[in-house]
């Protein structure tokens, strides 16, 4: 007891060390390049929410059927790119989705969220349009049933339509050969086994 | 002066209610749960602000959405489940009671009953150790009676 005692003014110190342990974990996470406002999306690995989104009126690149539903996700690995042409972080990532689709590696499907159909043809008229199946979420039904809460953000979808992988922010070279390309080969192996 | 008390009154009103007249249900009733649940979720834009008060245009939409759900017979309890459902515990200002927030809740309350019980413990302590008074012995007893001037106590011998 008379030993235990003689430490005990040490506690507080150890709660203090503890503390700045767990809380400059934190800030050296963020200052090691995570973003302290990611949410991680509780959407992983479940089925994309129903949607069946209006096409774009008087599309710039003319698609037989147009539109974004849930069933239109089945039978193939894509990606769904919420943006809208007042965004500015999808402007900066527009060329690598273009040449994402040039590539042929997965078709992108855009959600064109609070968006004016006027602006979103001019804007895929001047920048390119990537787009495999637009639609549109003028009042974000769609975005908030995915947990969106800023654009762009990317989403992953497998086979079966299920959510797979949520990027947030501007698709870069860097994530899609580091992170996006591996994951698309691994989900299209897995769709190919019977 | 009057018109910078105005001016404050301009801007408190602004700031107190960022839902717009043309948002509100028709229904007194409705409107009262809407807003209530609108100020239980965070503006996922702004992150420190309801939604009930934030000029997001995302958190415009989602009044909008807590509105037509409510309108659409489902409780309090459902639309804040819906968010929850695609943004996660997040979205809540008040956290919810799990086991990820347990250590939240109660490490104060631990926190406090650990102090209580310490401070117990050594009041208790302090009064075992409290120095026992022998009474005077005779010798004592004559002395303090000649200063004060009285009798000693007669005593059984």
Redesign the interface.
Known sequence: MAVKSRFVFLLPLAVVLILIAVFGKRLLDVAGGEDP?L?????LDTPM?DMDLAALPGRFKTMPDDGLATADLKGQVSLVNVWGSWCVACLAEHPMLVEIEKSGAVPIHGIDW?DTPEAANAWLARHGDPYARIGLDP???T????????APESFLVDANGVIRYKYIGPITPEVWSSTLQPMIAQLEQEAAKP | MNVVALAFVALFAVNAMAVEPNERLADPALEARARDVSQALRC??C?NETIDESNA??AK??R??VRERIAAGDSNQEVLDY??????D?VLLKPRFNGETIVLWLGPLLLFGAGAAAVLRRVRKASDHAPTVAPLSDAEQKELAALSGTAPPERPS
């Open positions: 406002r949410l991680k999306s509780v959407l929410p609070r009042r974000s039904h975005a908030i049933a995915l947990g969106v809460t800023g | 996922v834009v992150q245009e995302l939409d989602m909008m959405l968010m929850v459902a695609r943004y996660g997040f």
